[in-house]
């Protein structure tokens, strides 16, 4: 049972983490553009273009833009208006002078690859070819396709389509490159501010994600902990020992995982990153080490909150306060006829004597009804 409500409550705080939409959904078009100005290869504007860049989230028969406007379903938050621009601008790229130039380079670039394969096919045979000519060896008797001077004067044709097909390409990439909407894209890339724009946004989201996570979290367990804490305080004024205790073990449930959260927002999990890498060194990658680390660490935690909220929450002098103010037995809680020494209901002596005075005082208390003497050292 405390499995299954344990594994609930940590489904449900990954839920509501998750419902703020991330930096990396709500900036989706950072990581794309700082690999752009990253890269520094020659081809780059047109694989930027034509490339798979996008892919990760793109769907084929919406817009870059509509794409974006998916990420926000499901969560509060909004992609960045820098990067509904940058979307619309990718957008206006996909006009009939752009795509059909692409689809040509894509088609002379499957005739090379077929050119290419063929080559690679006549050069296997070329070697076996010139061999038997020099060996005399009569055609009809040839194991392969073409004759040596044949292949050799097919692959300098294949070759010198390919340069040809090559050539072409590049027309038609320098082409793609001065279309108006292509210039507007790349000069959109190639600024200095408008990147820095969107950079810094990133990283702000990125700095109070976490701290946007914890609260949604925090708000999720809290109604779980004051409900829990409501009723363990009501059984324990009503004396009903056993809600008592049920609420009190609801209690400790709810608070492990949001212990567990708050460790995760201080970075715990870095130093005991720190530790993985320790325990690798020393122990050659035995990090089943770690296993053992966990199994002693969260009962040490659940310990510690539960010695805590003894302390600070379910404090025994406070409760024998509020119960004798009430008339109250100080075991079970129920009422209590005037002036009882004895509890009619569970027997339990409710008086101890004074060390000072020796009068009767109630027990758990801190000082005499009679002299005022502390009775710290004198409970019973």
Request: with cysteine; hydrophobic share 40%.
């Amino acid at each position: 049972m405390d499995l299954f409500i344990l594994s609930n409550v940590f489904i449900g705080l990954d839920d509501i983490g998750n419902w703020y939409i991330s930096p990396s959904n709500s900036h989706p078009c950072y990581s794309p553009w700082r690999d752009y100005r990253n890269d520094t290869s020659e081809n780059k504007d047109y694989a930027f273009f034509t490339g798979t860049v996008h892919s990760y989230l793109y769907n084929a028969d919406w817009t870059l833009r509509e794409n974006y406007q998916n990420l926000e379903d499901g969560h509060l938050g909004s992609v960045s208006p820098m990067c509904y621009g940058y979307a619309s601008s990718f957008d206006e790229l996909q006009i009939p002078e752009f795509k059909t130039r692409v689809e040509t380079i894509n088609n002379k670039e499957n005739t090379i690859s077929t050119i290419q394969a063929e080559n690679v096919r006549i050069r296997e045979q070329y070697d076996s070819s010139l061999l038997e000519e020099i060996a005399g060896q009569p055609g009809e008797l040839s194991i392969n396709e073409l004759r040596a001077r044949e292949a050799k004067e097919t692959l300098d044709e294949n070759n010198a389509r390919i340069q040809t097909l090559n050539g072409e390409i590049n027309t038609l990439k320098e082409e793609i490159l001065v279309l108006t909407p292509v210039e507007q894209f790349l000069n959109l890339l190639n600024s200095d501010d408008e990147f820095t724009n969107v950079e810094n946004s990133f990283e702000r989201a990125s700095f109070w994600y976490p701290s946007i996570q914890i609260i949604f979290q925090v708000l999720f367990l809290a109604p779980l902990i004051a409900i829990a804490t409501w009723l363990h305080i009501k059984a324990d004024k009503d004396g009903n020992g056993q809600l008592a205790l049920i609420t009190w073990h609801l209690l400790v449930i709810f608070s492990i995982p949001l212990i567990v959260k708050i460790f995760q927002f201080l970075q715990v999990g870095a130093l005991l990153s720190v530790f993985a890498d320790i325990v690798a060194v020393l122990f050659t990658g035995l990090l089943f080490v770690l296993a053992y680390l966990y199994i002693f660490i969260i009962p040490l935690i659940t310990f510690a909150l539960i010695k805590l909220s003894q302390k600070l929450i379910f404090n025994t002098k406070n409760q024998a306060s509020k119960r004798i103010q009430n008339s109250k037995c100080l075991r079970c809680a129920r009422k209590l006829p005037p002036d009882s020494l004895y509890c009619p209901h569970c027997g339990y002596y409710q008086y101890q004597e004074c060390h000072n005075c020796g009068n009767l005082t109630y027990k758990h208390l801190s000082y005499c009804i009679n002299c005022g003497a502390s009775q710290e050292n004198n409970d019973h």
